[in-house]
Nanobody, 127 residues
Framework: QVQLVESGGGLVQVGGSLRLSCTAS????????LGWFRQAPGKEHEFVAG???????SYASSVKNRFTISRDSARKTVFLQMNSLTQEDTAVYYC?????????????????????RGQGTQVTVSS
């Protein structure tokens, strides 16, 4: 069983930046698609960003050009660099990963389609 652990959330002012990290216990992310979702109070899980096992990326339109998903060379950690944060970015952020056979890209937007999901880290953007 893979466990994903997020870190890096916190309180930041509008216009600030945060970098979220997600590490899988005991394994690397080789041959896995990876992603980030978020959930604001009273709302459904929202796809934020995804990275294919081969390195291709996809972003929600609301975060494109502000957020960047990446992974380290050892493929043990996936990151979400968040810049120019707004209050609308306030949410709990979740790391997700799939297991082979990997998800087709059209399934990336469904939180429940991912095989592994972290517990989430709170990001709060204040004015």
């Amino acid at each position: 069983q893979v466990q994903l652990v997020e870190s890096g959330g916190g309180l930041v002012q509008v216009g600030g930046s945060l970098r979220l990290s997600c590490t899988a216990s005991g394994r690397t992310f080789t041959n896995h698609n990876l992603g980030w979702f978020r959930q604001a109070p009273g709302k459904e899980h929202e796809f934020v960003a995804g990275m294919s096992w081969s390195g291709g990326t996809s972003y929600a339109s609301s975060v494109k050009n502000r957020f960047t998903i990446s992974r380290d060379s050892a493929r043990k950690t996936v990151f979400l660099q968040m810049n120019s944060l707004t209050q609308e970015d306030t949410a709990v952020y979740y790391c997700v990963a799939d297991a082979p056979p990997v998800l087709i890209r059209s399934s990336w937007y469904n939180f429940d389609a991912w095989d592994y999901r972290g517990q989430g880290t709170q990001v709060t953007v204040s004015s």
